[in-house]
């Protein structure tokens, strides 16, 4: 075996060596990935305390928003009759208005014609209708007619009113943007 040496490089020497890197321990892998762990563990711990308050919170604004609904149905349910009553209101009403403008168009052609009418002669109108529980409006307006007597045994002279139609009955229409109409049907 031929050895090539260079006269001008450097003996090695044995008994100095670099020290190599050293492997990491087992222990301290082991704690670090223990740490890890109970650190992934209360990540997630925290994460299950968050989810089960927000599904409790989620139950409680259901139960609540049924409520609402509820709650809606009823006052709808009120503010259609409280609507209907007002529009039966409005009915009588304009019919007693039609009532004393025919007495008054009496009144004028009794004047053209040059007989004289009572100044003092009260304004006949239709009496007020009472609330009869469990009635319909038909019921209601044939009790009004039959309690109308004339006044001093004289019927007044009336023009004649078409008598009304069958019970009118009114249909709730919502729309989309919240507003209701109320529609009347014959």
Same mark, same amino acid.
């Given at each position: 075996? $031929?050895?090539?040496s260079a006269?001008?490089?450097?003996?090695?020497? +044995?008994?100095?060596? /670099? !020290?190599?890197? *050293?492997?990491?321990?087992?222990?301290?892998?082991?704690?670090?990935v223990?740490?890890?762990?109970?650190?992934?563990?209360?990540?997630?711990? $925290?994460?299950?305390?968050?989810?089960?308050?927000g599904?409790?919170? +989620?139950?409680?604004? /259901? !139960?609540?928003? *049924?409520?609402?609904g509820?709650?809606?149905?009823?006052?709808?349910?009120?503010?259609?009759?409280v609507?209907n009553?007002?529009?039966?209101?409005?009915?009588?009403?304009?019919?007693?208005?039609?009532?004393?403008?025919?007495?008054?168009?009496?009144?004028?052609?009794?004047?053209?014609?040059?007989?004289?009418v009572?100044?003092?002669?009260?304004?006949?109108?239709?009496?007020?209708?009472?609330?009869?529980?469990?009635?319909?409006?038909a019921?209601?307006?044939?009790?009004?007619?039959?309690?109308?007597?004339p006044?001093?045994?004289?019927?007044?002279?009336?023009?004649?009113?078409?008598?009304?139609?069958?019970?009118?009955?009114?249909?709730?229409?919502?729309?989309?943007?919240g507003?209701?109409?109320?529609?009347?049907?014959?």
């Amino acid at each position: 075996m $031929t050895m090539i040496s260079a006269p001008d490089a450097p003996a090695i020497e +044995l008994g100095l060596r /670099e !020290a190599a890197p *050293e492997k990491p321990s087992r222990a301290k892998l082991i704690a670090a990935v223990a740490v890890g762990a109970a650190l992934v563990t209360a990540v997630n711990v $925290t994460a299950a305390v968050y989810l089960y308050r927000g599904v409790n919170d +989620l139950r409680t604004m /259901e !139960a609540r928003l *049924e409520q609402l609904g509820q709650f809606e149905q009823r006052i709808g349910a009120r503010i259609d009759t409280v609507n209907n009553g007002f529009q039966s209101r409005f009915e009588t009403l304009d019919r007693q208005l039609q009532a004393s403008f025919g007495q008054i168009n009496g009144n004028l052609a009794k004047l053209e014609q040059g007989q004289p009418v009572a100044a003092s002669e009260p304004a006949p109108s239709a009496p007020e209708p009472t609330m009869l529980s469990n009635t319909t409006m038909a019921e209601a307006s044939a009790v009004d007619d039959s309690s109308a007597d004339p006044v001093d045994g004289q019927r007044s002279f009336k023009r004649k009113v078409a008598p009304p139609g069958p019970n009118p009955s009114y249909q709730r229409i919502q729309q989309a943007d919240g507003k209701v109409y109320y529609k009347k049907i014959n």
